[in-house]
């Protein structure tokens, strides 16, 4: 049974960093190309980086730049997302994606 478990959501100051983690259960996270998008409050969900096969990793231009890197770690089979220099327009739902299979997202809230 697949499952996708984000964690490491929660309250952060701007300029601050967080780094969510996606438990992978069902398959092997270096299997697959694996992204994560994020939702804010009253907007449509947008992806945020990808993590490929090979283990690289690109991020979005835009409100990315440079920001955000995404890794994983084949041993524990988890995938992360890590967020430096938070501003008030990454606060949403963070979610872990592969194929058709999503987790249940994680919090982030960037507030002074």
């Known amino acids: 049974q697949v499952q996708l478990v984000e964690s490491g959501g929660g309250l952060v100051q701007p300029g601050g960093s967080l780094r969510l983690s996606c438990n992978v259960s069902?398959?092997?996270?270096?299997?697959?190309?694996m992204h994560w998008y994020r939702q804010a409050p009253g907007k449509e969900r947008e992806w945020v980086a990808t993590l490929s096969r090979a283990g690289g990793s690109f991020t979005t231009a835009g409100f990315m730049k440079g920001r955000f890197t995404t890794s994983r770690d084949n041993a524990k089979n988890m995938l992360y997302l890590q967020m430096n220099s938070l501003n008030f327009e990454d606060t949403g739902v963070y979610f872990c994606?592969?194929?058709?299979?999503w987790g249940q997202g994680t919090q982030v809230t960037v507030s002074s």
């Open positions: 069902g398959f092997t996270v270096s299997s697959y190309e």
């Open positions: 994606n592969m194929g058709s299979y």
